[in-house]
């Protein structure tokens, strides 16, 4: 079984700020690792993703994540912070493996405020 | 390359009434997923269709059911609508890598009056 804890329900940075939203998992096998971002009245996006490999991974819009497997956390961050990136983040767990077949198990979520 | 695509995108319905919403997904993609997010509850998995055939599925009431095409379009039902059911329903295809990376659909959302 996995499970996702976010730290903070809300989080806000001044633009230009670092932002750092964090995210703690619970998987019982080895972990598939996901952050997607959503905007209002829309689906999720992926930001970016841990399979296997390197444990820093790289995502789009400049954010970036390392997978800690000793401290079972999948923080995101991003160096400066822009107005566009207001929104709710939500970190993800799967099984790793291929056998999760479509089931992620989801944070509840960081809405993220920048203010200018 | 289209993305997944989700019909109707708002719709309202009364208690006891049944919804079908349909998903397409992104094209060569034959896993399809389906999710229910509300703020109470956050994002649950339904279900998921792989080649016609549901492969896994949440913890849901058996008044929500799915269904998968040979073109891997789906289809999700709800029965006996309640109150509770008002959600933004979220649809999600993958390629067969196994790697479970999903690309979601921009959703629906249904009201239960």
């Known amino acids: 079984a996995q499970s996702v804890t976010q730290l903070g329900s809300h989080v806000s940075v001044s633009e230009g700020a670092l932002v750092l939203l964090r995210c703690n998992y619970s998987?019982?096998?080895?972990?598939?690792l996901f952050w997607y971002v959503q905007y209002p009245n829309q689906g999720l996006q992926l930001l970016l993703k841990?399979?296997?490999?390197?444990?820093l991974v790289k995502g789009i819009n400049g954010f970036e994540a390392e997978f800690k497997k000793s401290e079972t956390s999948f923080h995101l961050t991003k160096p400066s912070a822009h107005m566009s990136d207001a929104a709710e983040y939500f970190c993800?767990?799967?099984?790793?493996?291929?056998?999760?077949?479509?089931?992620?198990?989801f944070g509840q979520g960081t809405i993220l405020t920048v203010h200018p | 390359k289209a993305g997944v695509t989700q019909t109707p995108r708002y719709l309202i319905k009364t208690r006891g009434q049944q919804v079908t919403l349909s998903c397409s997904p992104i094209?060569?993609?034959?896993?399809v997923s389906w999710y229910q997010q509300t703020p109470g509850q956050g994002l649950q998995f339904l279900f998921e269709?792989?080649?016609?055939?549901?492969?896994n599925k949440g913890n849901f009431p058996g008044r929500f059911s799915g269904r998968q095409f040979s073109n891997s379009r789906s289809e999700m039902n709800v029965s006996t609508l309640e109150l509770g059911d008002s959600a933004l329903y979220l649809c999600?295809?993958?390629?067969?890598?196994?790697?479970?990376?999903?690309?979601f659909g921009a959703g629906s959302r249904l009201t239960v009056l």
């Open positions: 999600a295809s993958s390629d067969s890598s196994g790697a479970n990376v999903l690309t």
């Open positions: 998987s019982s096998v080895p972990p598939y």
């Open positions: 841990y399979t296997t490999g390197a444990t």
């Open positions: 993800a767990v799967s099984a790793a493996g291929g056998t999760s077949y479509g089931k992620l198990t």
């Open positions: 094209s060569g993609h034959r896993s």
């Open positions: 269709y792989f080649s016609e055939t549901q492969r």
